[in-house]
Each structure stands twice: as structure tokens, then as C-alpha cells.
């Protein structure tokens, strides 16, 4: 999944840099602004135990799978609707998945809101996706939540079909790469059918913590040995560059607006994307860190100059910060970007007790 910030280039970079600080063992990892899990599964798969949290609940769901889910899925309850009598259990979430991308398409209200077909006689006319994987992601969604409240489906089992159906409906999407603004006409992606590829499983034998919280009030409430930070950098405020996702992780029915059909995001705004608000916002983050060592992932063009962040963080313990260029993330080739490589900065701070 394309997305803003993502860290998956710089996981090698990361760990390194921590491994050049932390000289002792550690056994957890705590990720306050998730995103799509990228940090969480890689030092998951390294063994730490791993808290993970994002505000946005598409966020949420996803992580809740990557990293929460660590043992096979069974699909008990649906032995026969499935017809998985003689189907090994590592195979079961394969058939569970073939059998939604055969439902019969539903016109719901992605259909009804998001696609050409529901939106053509409306003021505003929508083309997210086209009509077939609309409607068949309805079907999708809607078959997901009947079960998991008829109970024939585990809370694992739930969140492993909703990050399967938020990866598939993303990568046929009719955009650029974020949900600010749907394509005129439907892309060749966006016209290949909605093909659902089981969410990769992650295995081990220790349990993880997923939240979906506000940072700065979950921090209080626990502790880690390693904080990892990954705040929004600019004014751009993700709730809205990924409403599409959100809707259709809730399937709330939202009341929405505008061309392009956001939902309301009053509640989920983030002060990391205030340039009045990020300053003292951050300060009390850290302050209130209940952890040995703390770093955090901030490029060179964020709204927290280099001044603030060592200021700050120099108050919790001892100060110092990595560097690595990287590619900048591109929503679309329209834009005129100030350059194509940015800087990533992974100032670190090792708490004083």
C-alpha cells in the first residue's frame, strides 16, 4: 500500500541506528503513530514485543492483524459455509477469501457514493473505483460484518479479512495514490477486478498490544523499553488523504461532503499537523515517556525545526540524531515538488533516570 511517510525503505537505516545506541537487551518496542505497521512488523519479526497505535482506524486495523495476529486462523465457524471439512487450517483463510471474491455484488454504499454507477444522477459525480469493484467490495464488507456479529468469525479472524479487503480495494483505486482526489477517467489498475490476496500472517509466540488512541493520552498509560515516533511532518492532515479507507474499515454509513465525499475527521485531526499546536504537543509526549530510550523519525521539512526537536528532547536525557537521504514520497506527477530526495533525521534520546 502506497503511503505517506511509510518507513519500509528505511527499516535498515532504523535498526541500525538503534542498534548503534541501545548496548543492552531489550524486549519491547512501542510505535504511538503506526500508519500502516511498517516498524512494528519488522521488529516483530526481529522478536521484540511490540505495542502498537495510530488514531486512524483503518491504521488500527491493519496493525491489529500485522502485528496482533501471530498464530494461524482456524475460520471454525465456517466449516460449512466455506466447505472447509478437509482444508488444512494454513490453507483455511485462502478458501475464506476466494469465497468473498465470488459473492454476488452489492450496491451499497460505496456503490451508492464512491463509484460512477451511484453517483451519476447526483451533484456530485465520484469515481473512486469502478462500479464492479464497488459494489463487490459492499458485498466483501458486508459479509465480513455479518459474520463476525452471527460469531462465526473470531475478532483475529475479522481483522485479518478487513486488512485483506483494505489492501485489495487500494490497489484497484481510481487516484493518484491518496484519496485528496479521484482520476477523470479509470486508470488500468482501477479497471482490473478487486482480487483478494490473503493480508500476509505474521507468526510467533508472544502476544502483542494494539490501540487505537491519541498519542499523547496513551502514552500515560504505558511503558516500554524503546519509544519509536513517527508523527505527521506537515499540515496535511491524514484523516483526509485516507477517507476512503476509513469509511470502508468502519462501514459506518457516514454522512459526507464535497466533491470528494469526506467524511467528517473533526475528532481525528491531528495537533502534529498544526504549526501552532506541534511544538507543545510534542514536549508533552515526551515528557510524559515512560521508557529507556526514545527516537524519533522527523524529515527536514516538518513543522518542528531541528531547534525544537533537540531542545525538547535534550530535557528528557542525552541527545544525538542519524541522517539518511531518501526518495521523497509523490502523491501524483502533477506537483511541482521542491526537490526529489529529502532527509530523514532519527534523532534519538537516551532517557536519564
Not at 494454513?90 to 453517483?119: D, H, M, S, W
Request: net charge positive.
Amino acid at each position: 500500500m502506497n503511503y505517506i511517510g511509510s518507513k519500509h525503505s528505511l527499516l535498515e537505516f532504523i535498526e541500525k541506528s538503534i542498534n548503534t545506541v541501545v548496548k543492552e537487551p531489550v524486549k519491547t518496542l512501542c510505535d504511538v503513530f503506526a500508519g500502516t505497521g511498517a516498524v512494528g512488523i519488522y521488529f516483530k519479526q526481529k522478536g521484540l514485543h511490540i505495542i502498537a497505535n495510530d488514531m486512524q482506524y483503518y491504521s488500527y486495523v491493519l496493525n491489529r492483524h500485522y502485528i496482533g495476529n501471530h498464530k494461524e486462523l482456524s475460520f471454525n465457524g465456517l466449516i460449512e459455509e466455506c466447505n472447509l471439512n478437509d482444508t488444512p487450517i494454513t490453507n483455511r483463510k485462502n478458501i475464506v477469501c476466494k469465497y468473498l471474491e465470488q459473492l454476488e455484488p452489492l450496491k451499497g454504499f460505496v456503490y451508492q457514493n464512491y463509484a460512477l454507477g451511484g453517483t451519476k444522477n447526483k451533484e456530485y459525480k465520484r469515481l473512486y473505483f469502478s462500479d464492479n469493484n464497488a459494489a463487490l467490495c459492499d458485498a466483501i464488507r458486508t459479509k465480513i460484518e455479518q459474520w463476525k456479529k452471527e460469531d462465526k468469525i473470531n475478532d483475529n479472524e475479522y481483522f485479518f479479512l478487513l486488512a485483506t479487503l483494505l489492501e485489495a480495494i487500494d490497489k484497484c483505486a481510481n487516484t493518484a495514490s491518496v484519496y485528496g482526489a479521484f482520476l477523470k477517467k479509470l486508470k488500468t489498475s482501477a479497471q482490473k477486478s478487486l482480487s483478494l490476496t490473503p493480508a500476509k500472517l505474521i507468526l510467533n509466540k508472544q502476544d502483542h498490544q494494539i490501540y487505537n488512541s491519541d498519542a499523547n493520552q496513551l502514552i500515560e498509560k504505558i511503558s516500554a523499553d524503546i519509544l519509536y515516533l513517527d508523527p505527521p511532518y506537515n499540515a496535511r492532515q491524514y484523516c483526509a488523504n485516507y477517507h476512503m479507507l476509513e469509511t470502508i474499515a468502519k462501514y459506518d454509513n457516514p454522512k459526507i461532503s464535497g466533491k470528494t465525499g469526506l467524511r467528517d475527521y473533526k475528532n481525528q485531526k491531528s495537533l502534529y499537523c498544526s504549526k501552532s499546536g506541534v511544538k507543545n504537543a510534542f514536549a508533552d509526549l515526551i515528557q510524559k515517556a515512560n521508557v529507556k530510550y526514545i527516537f524519533l523519525s522527523y524529515n527536514n521539512e516538518g513543522l518542528l525545526s531541528l531547534n525544537d526537536i533537540k531542545e525538547i528532547m535534550s530535557q528528557k536525557g542525552e541527545y544525538g540524531y542519524f541522517t539518511q537521504e531518501y526518495n521523497r514520497f509523490k502523491a501524483d506527477s502533477q506537483r511541482d515538488y521542491k526537490a526529489d530526495k529529502t532527509t530523514e533525521y532519527l534523532h534519538y534520546c537516551i532517557v536519564k533516570n
